[in-house]
T-cell receptor, first 113, second 117 residues
Framework: GIQVEQSPPDLILQEGANSTLRCNFS?????LQWFHQNPWGQLINLFY???GTKQNGRLSATTVATERYSLLYISSSQTTDSGVYFC???????????????FGQGTILTVHP | NAGVTQTPKFQVLKTGQSMTLQCAQD?????MSWYRQDPGMGLRLIHY???????DQGEVPNGYNVSRSTTEDFPLRLLSAAPSQTSVYFC????????????????FGPGTRLTVL
């Protein structure tokens, strides 16, 4: 099956710092999403980004589908950004692959005040 | 819109007991699915459905049953709970691609934390 690798596994920042999280995947994809799992366990949708670049406030994401990677940028980090960031992809074969998200292991982000 | 809702939030079972985790969505999504998340891991797909009356297995289906009698609801049944099923369970839903649109962003419920003793 498709492999999804996220890096770094852990990241510790001071408030105000910037960071880049990476997601590599092993095959072509129909869907790629970034999620933030907050300390209460909720999965928050950050970006639906099978290709291209999107921005939402201090967060932005870029997916280069032809090179099989996606980047999540967090600028001016805040303590509320702490949690686990997941990348999830849907294999691009269509048909029986539809909707089956494969998750990476996540990046644990800790932002200190 | 309430989005995707799940009940209960927490549940403790004894080995061998059965129970049903409830999931509902009010976004008229055709596609619904169940995932489990174990400590330090991402989510793994248990079962999914592309519409009422249609279900199929995901990556880790053993020990779980599902049915889809309506578009809105997709319950997950544990027939005989085992300690290995201790996990956090998430339900998700999305549109199916239609015509020229490939949009299928998935939305997740708040999760059910299940402990099997």
């Amino acid at each position: 099956g498709i492999q999804v690798e996220q890096s770094p596994p852990d990241l510790i920042l001071q408030e105000g710092a910037n960071s880049t999280l990476r997601c590599n995947f092993s095959d072509s994809v129909n869907n790629l999403q970034w999620f933030h799992q907050n300390p209460w366990g909720q999965l928050i949708n950050l970006f639906y980004i099978p290709s291209g670049t999107k921005q939402n406030g201090r967060l932005s994401a870029t997916t280069v589908a032809t090179e099989r990677y996606s980047l999540l940028y967090i600028s001016s980090s805040q303590t509320t950004d702490s949690g686990v960031y997941f990348c999830a992809v849907e294999l691009g074969a269509g048909g029986t692959s539809y909707g089956k998200l494969t998750f990476g292991q996540g990046t644990i982000l800790t932002v200190h005040p | 819109n309430a989005g995707v809702t799940q009940t209960p939030k927490f549940q403790v079972l004894k080995t061998g007991q059965s129970m049903t985790l409830q999931c509902a969505q009010d976004m008229n999504h055709e596609y619904m699915s169940w995932y489990r998340q174990d400590p330090g891991m991402g989510l793994r797909l248990i079962h999914y459905s592309v519409g009422a009356g249609i279900t199929d297995q995901g990556e880790v289906p053993n020990g779980y049953n599902v049915s889809r009698s309506t578009t809105e609801d997709f319950p997950l049944r544990l027939l005989s709970a085992a300690p290995s099923q201790t996990s956090v369970y998430f339900c998700a839903s999305s549109f199916l691609p239609w015509g020229a649109s490939s949009y299928n962003e998935q939305f997740f419920g708040p999760g059910t934390r299940l402990t099997v003793l």
